[in-house]
């Protein structure tokens, strides 16, 4: 068993083509485990939906690079790909949250950690694409290095704030 295992480790460590993939286990059991630990150190389930969804719609984009790379393509694939990653977060927290809608805003009807999340995927989304404008206005360059990395990041800590000092009531 323990030659097996030097084998595994050996091999492994010998690969050819590495390219950093943060999509990786790690991050999946991290995501998975954010709320327990959140609700442990008092932050809203809100607030934690707004990451998740964030980071989910990142997994939904690298799935479809995923997917350009190997040449499958069809009909609705990035629209099922992009529903399937924002929508694990169901089962990501299935054990740890009871589905309890609320009206939220006087216009929606959901699950607090669901608004928040498809928020947060929306934020996502539309930080990249006010990036690509602003980026497109500056001849093409950004403004300073990370600004890609720093424009989502700071639309979802301005949503994270909110939703500590209003929170979605249940």
């Known amino acids: 068993m323990k030659r097996?295992?030097?084998?595994?480790?050996?091999?492994?460590?010998?690969?050819?083509?590495?390219?950093?993939?943060?999509?990786?286990?790690?991050?999946?059991?991290?995501?998975?485990?954010s709320l327990g630990i959140a609700r442990k150190l008092g932050v809203p389930d809100a607030v934690v939906?707004?990451?998740?969804?964030?980071?989910?719609?990142?997994?939904g984009y690298w799935t479809i690079l995923f997917f350009d790379k190997k040449g499958w393509h069809f009909r609705g694939r990035d629209f099922l790909l992009m529903l399937l990653c924002v929508g694990t977060i169901g089962f990501i927290y299935i054990r740890e949250v009871v589905?309890?809608?609320?009206?939220?805003?006087?216009?929606?009807?959901?699950?607090?950690?669901?608004?928040?999340?498809l928020l947060g995927m929306a934020l996502f989304i539309y930080s990249q694409k006010l990036y690509q404008w602003m980026k497109a206005r500056n001849n093409g360059h950004a403004h300073f290095p990370f600004e890609k990395v720093v424009l989502p990041v700071v639309w979802l800590l301005i949503a994270s704030v909110y939703f500590t000092y209003f929170p979605i009531s249940l």
């Not at 390219?19 to 991290?30: E, G, H, W």
């Not at 939906?49 to 997994?59: H, V």
């Open 4 to 33: 097996l295992f030097l084998f595994l480790t050996a091999f492994l460590s010998y690969s050819s083509a590495v390219l950093a993939n943060p999509a990786c286990a790690v991050c999946t059991v991290a995501i998975g485990a």
């Open 49 to 59: 939906g707004l990451w998740a969804g964030a980071l989910l719609t990142l997994l």
């Open 99 to 117: 589905y309890t809608p609320v009206v939220i805003w006087n216009v929606f009807y959901l699950d607090p950690i669901l608004f928040s999340t």
